[in-house]
């Protein structure tokens, strides 16, 4: 069963750094493209941070030059480095990967993580 599993959320002050990790089970033999959303409550889930399997990465323009995606192509693995946080940042943190092939040889188009909480307190 195809799983992705996120990590690394918590509580921290403004100003403070986080990295959240999101690794994929072992069924999986290949990703194209793995993205960070978010979700604060009451608004619509948001695109953070998306990477494909070259090294082109692309950003929301409120998390520009604070947040850092990177990617182990090889372990199916992405991060996502957030300084500088703020509280406009609190949100639920979602892993996603877009083009899925299993080891089964099985394509599906993309997967979720259960979300890990980020709080940032002011």
């Known amino acids: 069963q195809v799983q992705l599993v996120e990590s690394g959320g918590g509580l921290v002050q403004a100003g403070g750094s986080l990295r959240l990790s999101c690794a994929a089970s072992?069924?999986?033999?290949?990703?194209?493209?793995m993205h960070w959303y978010r979700q604060a409550p009451g608004k619509q889930r948001e695109l953070v941070a998306g990477?494909?399997?070259?090294?082109?990465?692309n950003y929301a323009d409120s998390v520009k030059g604070r947040f850092t995606i990177s990617r182990d192509g090889a372990k199916n693995k992405v991060y996502l480095q957030m300084n500088s946080l703020k509280p406009e940042d609190t949100a639920v943190y979602y892993c996603?990967?877009?083009?899925?092939?299993?080891?089964?040889?099985?394509?599906?188009?993309?997967?979720w993580g259960q979300g890990t909480q980020v709080t940032v307190s002011s």
């Open positions: 072992e069924s999986i033999f290949s990703i194209n493209a």
């Open positions: 990477t494909d399997n070259g090294d082109s990465t």
């Open positions: 996603h990967a877009e083009g899925v092939v299993t080891t089964a040889g099985i394509y599906e188009h993309d997967y």
